[in-house]
């Protein structure tokens, strides 16, 4: 369901072409009792979404972006939010483009290469994460910043979106899909910030 929400502050300040507007959607998936909904992600238009999804303009969720996080900085993916590389390669990395006006490369990956964590702030490995290895499929990654390991975002929280390769994104540490780890930037960097959650009473259906 296509929906309307009244435009952030910040984000009436964006510089979108007329067919970024159109394209730069973001999808949210309804809580179970319907009161409210929690980041999935960008809309791709050749996906059928069922009604348990909800698709606003990137105006209306669009927050802002960080300060320029340091080298070293961990962040960990999003549980719950989607992974789908054949859309999200061109899409969101356009996206990240737009919003940190080009200041920063969003075309590699900026954690550091060829290193996952784990042991929450112990930077411990294992077997697995002595085995992981980049890729050159770069996304746009959603992620919690500051934290030491996957989880979903809280009511009221913000996803952060951030340039990393395919494998950083998906890995399976624990079976789930970018769960269990965590990582850190190479770089310094900045993040877009979008709401991880609204109230449906926000909506204005078109």
């Known amino acids: 369901m296509i929906t309307n929400m009244p435009t952030t502050v910040e984000g009436a300040k964006l510089q979108l072409t007329q067919e970024q507007e159109a394209r730069f959607r973001v999808v949210y998936r309804k809580t179970k009792d319907e009161q409210g909904a929690y980041f999935a992600d960008l809309w791709n238009p050749e996906t059928d979404y069922t009604d348990e999804f909800i698709i606003v303009p990137l105006r209306s969720v669009y927050d802002s972006v960080t300060d320029p996080l340091d080298i070293g900085t961990t962040f960990a993916n999003v549980e719950g939010s ?31 290469q060829n290193k996952i964590y784990i042991g929450d702030s112990q930077d411990g490995s294992d077997d697995k994460t002595r085995g992981f290895s980049c890729n050159d499929t770069i996304v746009g990654g959603h992620v919690i910043l500051q934290a030491t390991n996957s989880s979903s975002v809280d009511e009221g929280g913000y996803v952060h979106l951030l340039p990393i390769c395919h494998k950083h994104n998906t890995f399976r540490y624990t079976g789930g899909t970018g769960a269990g780890y965590y990582m850190k930037l190479e770089r310094e960097m900045k993040a877009v910030k979008l709401k991880s959650y609204f109230q449906l009473s926000a909506l204005v259906e078109e």
């Open 82 to 112: 989607t992974h789908d590389p054949r859309h999200g390669v061109s899409s969101w990395i356009q996206l990240l483009k737009v919003c940190l006006q080009n200041e920063y490369d969003v075309t590699s990956c900026c954690a550091e």
